[in-house]
């Protein structure tokens, strides 16, 4: 079996010019806990889409929502176990916005598709998470969280927190006061699933 995997998170600081740290390498097998009040994942409309989040061309209604409620279940028990976490640390609870929501979730359908887990696609430059957000009206520090696991749906929010929490680096953005609003998105194929996080300073 293929080992969870964590990736450095991406943060950009926009400041004269736009400064990109990427933190220590992190690869790990792990498994991780979080709390969302945002909207469930958007179905897939494409039928490579529908491979992807287990539905058929043909339309299997019944069990697309009975995923997308699974999805969204393990979405928000990842941003409850944060923010959770946030609170026994005196910090305030993240904001989830539907802008970053439907963000990161592209980001997770694009790694799943295409079959990697980076900040930057195969063959493409490293993506400009800060200008993606100045187009949804966000500005000031970003970051991304990307995690792949091989866990069970009902396993990856417990696997994705255990996970970032046991970094060091993921940790310290996850507890960041500056960060407040928030978006994440998780797609996969049933055997593989994709976390994105996306976190950002500020929203006009």
């Not at 991780?32 to 039928?47: L, N, Y």
């Not at 929502?65 to 005196?90: C, H, K, M, P």
């Not at 195969?122 to 969280?145: K, T, W």
């Not at 696991?149 to 680096?169: G, I, M, R, Y």
Request: glycine share 8%; aromatic share 6%.
């Amino acid at each position: 079996m293929i080992p969870d995997r964590t990736y450095p998170p991406f943060i950009a600081l926009p400041l004269s010019l736009l400064i990109i740290f990427l933190l220590t390498s992190c690869q790990s097998s792990a498994n991780i806990a979080v709390k969302s009040t945002s909207s469930p994942q958007r179905s897939a409309t494409t039928e490579a889409d529908q491979t992807i989040t287990g539905g058929s061309p043909s339309g299997d209604v019944a069990g697309s929502d009975v995923l997308q409620a699974a999805i969204s279940t393990s979405v928000d028990a990842i941003l409850n176990g944060i923010n959770l976490r946030r609170a026994q640390e005196g910090l305030l609870p993240w904001l989830v916005e539907p802008p970053l929501v439907d963000y990161a979730y592209e980001r997770s359908v694009d790694m799943a598709l295409q079959g990697f887990l980076d900040h930057t696609a195969p063959g493409a430059g490293e993506v400009d998470v800060l200008s993606a957000l100045q187009e949804r009206d966000y500005f000031g520090q970003a970051a991304e969280l990307v995690f792949a696991t091989q866990a069970p749906l009902q396993e990856v929010a417990q696997t994705t927190l255990k996970a970032w929490f046991s970094d060091p680096n993921h940790e310290a953005v996850l507890l960041s006061p500056e960060l407040r609003f928030a978006g994440l998105g998780l797609m996969g194929d049933g055997s593989r699933w994709i976390v994105t996080l996306i976190l950002v300073e500020g929203r006009l």
